[in-house]
Structure formats: C-alpha cells, structure tokens
Nanobody, 118 residues
Framework: QVQLVESGGGLVQPGGSLRLSCAASGSIFSIYAMGWYRQVPGKQRELVAA???????NYADSLKGRFTISRDNAKNTVYLQMNNLKPEDTAVYYC????????????WGQGTQVTVSS
C-alpha cells in the first residue's frame, strides 16, 4: 500500500516562494512517475507538474519558469519549488503517484493548502 504525505504549504505573500514536499512509503517510489496537482473549490483538479523516475518533466504551460519539480529517490520524496507566487496559485496541492507524465493513478496524498495573499 502506497502512502503519500505532503508538507510545506502555508500562507505567503505575492512574489514569495514555497517548497512543497511529498514523502512516499513503499519500495515502488523509485520506478514510478510522480506529480503535483492542485485544486480550488468548484474546479477540477489540474496537473501542475510531473517527473519520471529518470528525471524527465512535464509542466502546465502557464507555470513554466515559476515552478520546478524534483525528486530524491533515495529519500522517496518529490518536491515542488514554487517561486514568484501569485494569488491565483492559491489552492490545495496534492501529490500523486502517476502512470506517466500526464496520467494520474488513484494514489493521492491528503493535500496541503497554499494561500497567496497580502
């Protein structure tokens, strides 16, 4: 059974930065793609970024240049560095064990709230 635990969310001012972490249990972490999604109330969950076990990445077009996904297979952890945050980045961010760079599987963390506000 895979468990994903996100951390690092919080309140930040516009233009600030946050780094989210997702720690995964289980020995399968290193062979799967991992991704970050986000969701605001009333909207569908959307893919933010994904990374394969070998380090290939995929980003939502609107976030390229501000967000960076990375992973440490030795620590079973995936990260999302978010810079120059904007109020529209406010959402609950979820970690996902993914089928590939574009398709999720039914393994989700509990989510971490990111609020960008002055």
């Amino acid at each position: 059974q895979v468990q994903l635990v996100e951390s690092g969310g919080g309140l930040v001012q516009p233009g600030g930065s946050l780094r989210l972490s997702c720690a995964a249990s289980g020995s399968i972490f290193s062979i799967y793609a991992m991704g970050w999604y986000r969701q605001v109330p009333g909207k569908q969950r959307e893919l933010v970024a994904a990374i394969t076990s070998g380090g290939s990445t995929n980003y939502a077009d609107s976030l390229k240049g501000r967000f960076t996904i990375s992973r440490d297979n030795a620590k079973n952890t995936v990260y999302l560095q978010m810079n120059n945050l904007k109020p529209e980045d406010t959402a609950v961010y979820y970690c996902n064990l993914m089928r590939d760079l574009r398709n999720s599987m039914d393994y989700w963390g509990q989510g971490t709230q990111v609020t960008v506000s002055s």
